[in-house]
């Protein structure tokens, strides 16, 4: 077996699982709270206003980078729930489910602070677009699969149930993604493009860049504590966790 | 442009949204883990108790 394979066969065994999530976490969280202060420091102070959007532009510096998230999060927990699935990996199975809720979190800040951006902007608290509409789909698919979840006692059966339900979602990623070009829409297409040139001065790129860094280590930090509740919840009956108990 | 029934401008609301609900997505992991670790640790002092009152 190779070192990778060996590690990651490992690490999945719930109380090398639950040391791997109580180390790192503080980690992904600090990370996350510089970023973000130095985020929100330039898109609030360092940056200049936007010529024609004014000081509302700001609002995009949440918007973008929780709408990165809310896709990017889904992505991570479909490939979780897959792996699950296939080979019955139950650290795989707590990191599908611990997903659900901080991509829904995030899917709801894309869509509430799009919506206050969207009123002085467009006119309009909201429009049924089909990059909005694909989005609140999104945040239902979220919401589909935490439910789901908590519906079935057996905690394992509840995962592959609620895994199959995110799997069977991911359709809807390429369709938010996609939106602005398949179809006319108001809402405007990719500012910044990891292909060809973007749309963004540099100035108010490095905030940005800030934001996507601690939006990205919030994602970490945030699903790794979620699942170490989770792998603790499901093992309460076990030797192990004994050291745990007492250790708090 | 104010949102005067709250007090703040359309930038602050979202900054207050965002805010709110990254709090929620802070404290309550960390709420469930310690609801987990005293189950665990309540469930131990039970079973404590029973053998020593075997």
């Given at each position: 077996m190779n070192s990778l394979l060996l590690w990651f066969n490992q690490t999945g065994s719930p109380p090398n699982f639950d040391r791997f999530c109580a180390r790192w976490a503080p980690w992904a969280w600090a990370l996350a709270f510089a970023s973000l202060a130095i985020g929100v420091y330039g898109a609030l102070f360092a940056v200049p206003a936007d010529a024609k959007q004014g000081e509302n532009f700001r609002i995009l510096y949440l918007h973008v980078p929780a709408a990165w998230m809310s896709l990017f999060i889904y992505v991570v927990m479909a490939v979780q729930a897959f792996i699950a699935l296939v080979w019955r990996i139950k650290a795989c199975e707590i990191l599908a489910m611990a997903c659900a809720p901080v991509g829904a979190a995030f899917t709801l800040i894309t869509l509430a602070t799009g919506s206050i951006w969207g009123r002085?902007?467009?006119?309009?608290?909201?429009?049924?677009?089909p990059r909005l509409t694909s989005e609140l789909v999104l945040l239902f698919i979220y919401f589909g699969v935490m439910g789901l979840h908590a519906a079935i006692e057996d905690r394992r059966a509840a995962a592959r149930a609620a895994g199959f339900l995110a799997l069977i979602g991911m359709v809807n990623v390429p369709i938010v993604h996609f939106a602005v070009n398949w179809w006319n829409t108001l809402h405007q297409g990719a500012t910044i493009k990891l292909v060809g040139p973007s749309t963004i001065d540099a100035s108010m790129l490095w905030p940005l860049i800030a934001m996507v860094v601690g939006t990205k280590a919030w994602f970490i930090g945030s699903l790794l504590q979620r699942a170490r509740a989770m792998n603790l919840e499901q093992e309460a009956g076990k030797d192990w966790v004994r050291g745990v108990a007492d250790a708090s | 442009m104010h949102l005067d029934f709250l007090g703040l401008d359309y930038l602050g609301l979202a900054y207050a949204v965002t805010g709110l609900v990254l709090a929620w997505d802070y404290l309550a992991p960390r709420l469930r883990l310690a609801r987990a670790r005293r189950d665990i640790a309540r469930r131990l002092r039970r079973a404590e108790a029973k053998k020593v009152q075997a």
């Open positions: 002085p902007t467009w006119g309009t608290w909201w429009e049924w677009d | -």
